[in-house]
């Protein structure tokens, strides 16, 4: 089974085109003096045909269709724009949410795995900064019901394949160990 471990630093954006059958995971450590197995997943996606991942820590790179909240930005560069943004007349309503959507923060573990050629790999993103992860469905795009069902699991039970699947990621993210840096608000900027 290949592994390869990136390290996701401020100003990134690595873009994944996705094939039936992968799996992409999200796992947090429950808190910073957790032991190594104290791991909750977040979340994970089955990915179909016609889907790509995103992750992005650059707000330039932020898909069209998502909008920053006034409350979701740093720095000096992304609060002069949202300051801008404000006095213009813009009125925030609540922040933007959806199936296809992670807000990933510093410390946080994403897990790819890729069935290839016969067998398994495994990315493993480590986040030293915040990032926004976004899926996007390029079949049916325009279709509400597929929107809402992005990354949901084929089978309504959980099939051995799947639970195989998590137990790698788990597996994956321990021989890492905890992380050195954790957040606990989200933000851009």
Not at 15 to 27: F, M, N, Q, R
Not at 36 to 51: T, V
Not at 173 to 187: M, Q
């Amino acid at each position: 089974m290949l592994k390869t471990v990136t390290f996701f630093v401020a100003k990134t954006t690595l873009k994944w085109e996705v094939s039936a059958g992968d799996y992409i995971l999200w796992l947090r450590w429950r808190d910073i003096f957790s032991s190594k197995s104290d791991i909750a997943i977040l979340d994970f996606w089955e990915m179909r045909d016609g889907d790509s991942v995103s992750i992005t820590s650059r707000i330039e790179d932020l898909p069209t269709w998502f909008e920053l909240h006034p409350t979701e930005v740093s720095g000096l560069a992304a609060c002069s724009m949202m300051q801008k943004k404000l006095a213009s007349g813009y009125k925030p309503g609540e922040p933007f949410d959806g199936p296809n959507l992670w807000r990933v923060l510093t410390g946080d573990r994403i897990v790819r795995i890729r069935a290839e050629n016969g067998s398994r790999t495994q990315t493993l993103v480590a986040f030293k900064s915040n990032a926004l992860v976004f899926g996007e469905r390029h079949i049916h795009s325009n279709d509400l019901g597929w929107f809402l069902s992005f990354g949901a699991p084929l089978e309504s039970r959980m099939t051995d394949e799947m639970a195989s699947h998590l137990r790698t990621g788990l597996e994956v993210v321990r021989e890492l160990g905890l992380p050195r840096e954790v957040g606990s608000t989200w933000t851009l900027g």
